[in-house]
């Protein structure tokens, strides 16, 4: 039998009328569970229960709302082989990859643990004489949590983690292709002592749970994070209730070479932020812009590491990539590349299914060269393990390449100047920036987002993500 997971609302875990198999994508005879898919009707009963538990959590002790994140923390910390290979199963990430985001999410809660202690304001003269001022921040009221599939515990973690430290409540809503993270997350914030309907689990589709949470009166505020065209949705339902929003959505991220990089630091840079996680980040490297006079050089040291590079089961040791999420991430991939051949580029390497050992989604990392800037492999997300390659004449052709996107994510360089570097960071149109790194990596203690079509709204994590869990108010008295 398959074991059915439930949904959390109002302190109490509450079955549903249907559930749904959640199938491991490295092999799709395995079932990780069943979980429920939950209804409007429980999700407005998941928002009445965080706003009737607003008023007393709003106003709880500062080491009440610590003490229940760092326990958070340290539970996801001591179970993180376990919870790092639950979300290696469901979602295709390798083990370490899975590990790595689990630790992640522990150090996630950790740091704003130590925010609900830091919590500031400002004593200001008014300008009237016998007057004081004070600027303050409030919780702002029930937040709905929306997330994406490809980091299933991080990225809850780093809405959650806010929301819950500011003293906001919660009604979130996973993926419905990784609810099994999400699950095991409320299960570790309710033994660690959240109050009844403080924090609401309620799984289920996008069009029945998602759309409620979107438009119940009750939902303050909703943060989301996945694709662009669901975050105009998004965007246009919360304007309609005047609700606050925030929008983490694509990328289609430049890593730039200059001749004078190191060609084994640049190769690394983009395998790993083109190909790793299976390419299914936001912040992936999928536009490779390459300086001329090193162009050939590092062409050929990327094909044979990406010929190098083990597709396999996540779990298994010695793999570098597993699979994609599901059979319609595969398919969606593969159609990018006929679709790229049909436009004229020239596929470098890669682009096939694979069949493996085990029956799954896999794929291997593909790299188009030769293409014109207006075809759809080099300006659409892809969301796969494809990147596009390009030459550029020089440094102000390079930074004019990367930036004609839609969107402003992340970028990269890779140099040993001085002066590219420190440029570039002027530069570059994008809300990250890296330098000899991948543009993947990015840190839980400074803000994360984009600009232009990747993001809208306040930067999450760090102490920026005040900025959207919070509103501020002037307050004004006598002395």
Same mark, same amino acid.
């Given at each position: 039998?398959?074991?059915?997971?439930?949904?959390?609302?109002?302190?109490?875990?509450?079955?549903?009328?249907?559930?749904?198999?959640?199938?491991?994508?490295?092999?799709?005879?395995?079932?990780?569970?069943?979980?429920?898919?939950?209804? +409007?009707? /429980?999700?407005?009963?998941? +928002?009445?229960?965080?706003?009737?538990?607003?008023?007393?959590?709003?106003?709880?002790?500062?080491?009440?709302?610590?003490?229940?994140?760092?326990?958070?923390?340290?539970?996801?910390?001591?179970?993180?082989?376990?919870?790092?290979?639950?979300?290696?199963?469901?979602?295709?990430?390798?083990?370490?990859?899975?590990?790595?985001?689990?630790?992640?999410?522990?150090?996630?809660?950790?740091?704003?643990?130590?925010?609900?202690?830091?919590?500031?304001?400002?004593?200001?003269?008014?300008?009237?004489?016998?007057?004081?001022?004070?600027?303050?921040?409030?919780?702002?009221?029930?937040?709905?949590?929306?997330?994406?599939?490809?980091?299933?515990?991080?990225?809850?973690?780093?809405?959650?983690?806010?929301?819950?430290?500011?003293?906001?409540?919660?009604?979130?809503?996973?993926?419905?292709?990784?609810?099994?993270?999400?699950?095991?997350?409320?299960?570790?914030?309710?033994?660690?002592?959240?109050?009844?309907?403080?924090?609401?689990?309620?799984?289920?589709?996008?069009?029945?749970?998602?759309?409620?949470?979107?438009?119940?009166?009750?939902?303050?505020?909703?943060?989301?994070?996945?694709?662009?065209?669901?975050?105009?949705?998004?965007?246009?339902?919360?304007?309609?209730?005047?609700?606050?929003?925030?929008l983490e959505m694509g990328g289609k991220n430049p890593l730039v070479v200059m001749n004078d990089a190191d060609l084994h630091i640049a190769v690394e840079c983009a395998i790993n932020g083109a190909f790793f996680s299976t390419g299914q980040r936001c912040t992936a490297s999928s536009r490779l812009i390459v300086e001329d006079g090193i162009y050939e050089k590092f062409l050929s040291a990327i094909r044979t590491r990406m010929n190098e590079l083990v597709v396999g089961n996540a779990l298994d040791k010695g793999v570098d990539i597993g699979p994609l999420v599901d059979q319609t991430q595969l398919e969606k991939t593969l159609k990018y590349i006929d679709?790229?051949?049909?436009?004229?580029? /020239?596929?470098?390497?890669?682009?096939?299914?694979?069949?493996?050992?085990?029956?799954?989604?896999?794929?291997?990392?593909?790299?188009?060269?030769?293409?014109?800037?207006?075809?759809?492999?080099?300006?659409? !997300?892809?969301?796969?393990?494809?990147?596009?390659?390009?030459?550029?004449? /020089?440094?102000?052709?390079? +930074?004019?390449?990367?930036?004609?996107?839609?969107?402003?994510?992340?970028?990269?360089?890779?140099?040993?100047?001085?002066?590219?570097?420190?440029?570039?960071?002027?530069?570059?149109?994008?809300?990250?920036?890296?330098?000899?790194?991948?543009?993947?990596?990015?840190?839980?203690?400074?803000?994360?987002?984009?600009?232009?079509?990747?993001?809208?709204?306040?930067? !999450?994590?760090?102490?920026?993500?005040?900025?959207?869990?919070?509103?501020?108010?002037?307050?004004?008295?006598?002395?």
């Amino acid at each position: 039998m398959t074991k059915k997971h439930h949904n959390y609302i109002a302190g109490s875990w509450v079955t549903g009328e249907e559930y749904s198999n959640n199938i491991n994508p490295s092999d799709t005879d395995d079932i990780v569970g069943a979980f429920a898919l939950g209804s +409007v009707s /429980d999700v407005a009963e998941a +928002v009445e229960a965080a706003r009737s538990a607003f008023a007393s959590w709003s106003r709880s002790g500062i080491l009440q709302r610590a003490g229940l994140l760092s326990k958070v923390a340290r539970t996801i910390h001591d179970r993180k082989e376990e919870l790092g290979r639950l979300l290696s199963r469901e979602e295709g990430k390798t083990l370490a990859e899975g590990v790595g985001e689990t630790v992640r999410a522990a150090q996630v809660f950790d740091f704003f643990a130590g925010e609900c202690l830091r919590l500031v304001g400002e004593k200001l003269p008014s300008v009237r004489p016998g007057v004081d001022v004070e600027v303050t921040r409030e919780p702002i009221g029930v937040v709905g949590i929306i997330t994406p599939w490809n980091f299933p515990i991080a990225i809850p973690a780093w809405k959650i983690a806010p929301a819950l430290a500011y003293g906001n409540c919660v009604v979130f809503k996973p993926a419905n292709l990784t609810p099994a993270c999400a699950h095991a997350l409320t299960e570790i914030i309710v033994e660690a002592g959240a109050p009844p309907g403080v924090f609401n689990l309620v799984m289920g589709r996008g069009r029945e749970v998602g759309e409620e949470i979107l438009t119940n009166p009750g939902i303050d505020a909703v943060t989301f994070t996945g694709s662009v065209e669901t975050g105009r949705h998004v965007a246009s339902r919360c304007v309609e209730q005047m609700k606050k929003f925030q929008l983490e959505m694509g990328g289609k991220n430049p890593l730039v070479v200059m001749n004078d990089a190191d060609l084994h630091i640049a190769v690394e840079c983009a395998i790993n932020g083109a190909f790793f996680s299976t390419g299914q980040r936001c912040t992936a490297s999928s536009r490779l812009i390459v300086e001329d006079g090193i162009y050939e050089k590092f062409l050929s040291a990327i094909r044979t590491r990406m010929n190098e590079l083990v597709v396999g089961n996540a779990l298994d040791k010695g793999v570098d990539i597993g699979p994609l999420v599901d059979q319609t991430q595969l398919e969606k991939t593969l159609k990018y590349i006929d679709i790229g051949k049909s436009e004229g580029a /020239d596929l470098v390497c890669g682009g096939e299914a694979l069949t493996l050992e085990t029956p799954g989604f896999y794929f291997a990392p593909a790299l188009f060269s030769n293409f014109s800037e207006t075809m759809r492999v080099a300006t659409e !997300e892809i969301f796969g393990p494809v990147a596009v390659i390009q030459r550029a004449e /020089d440094y102000e052709h390079a +930074v004019a390449l990367a930036n004609e996107t839609k969107f402003g994510l992340s970028a990269g360089i890779c140099t040993t100047s001085l002066a590219h570097a420190t440029s570039f960071k002027r530069d570059s149109q994008a809300g990250m920036v890296m330098v000899n790194l991948p543009t993947a990596g990015v840190d839980f203690h400074v803000p994360f987002g984009g600009r232009k079509g990747s993001s809208y709204g306040s930067r !999450e994590q760090g102490r920026y993500a005040a900025e959207f869990y919070t509103v501020v108010k002037t307050a004004y008295s006598t002395s």
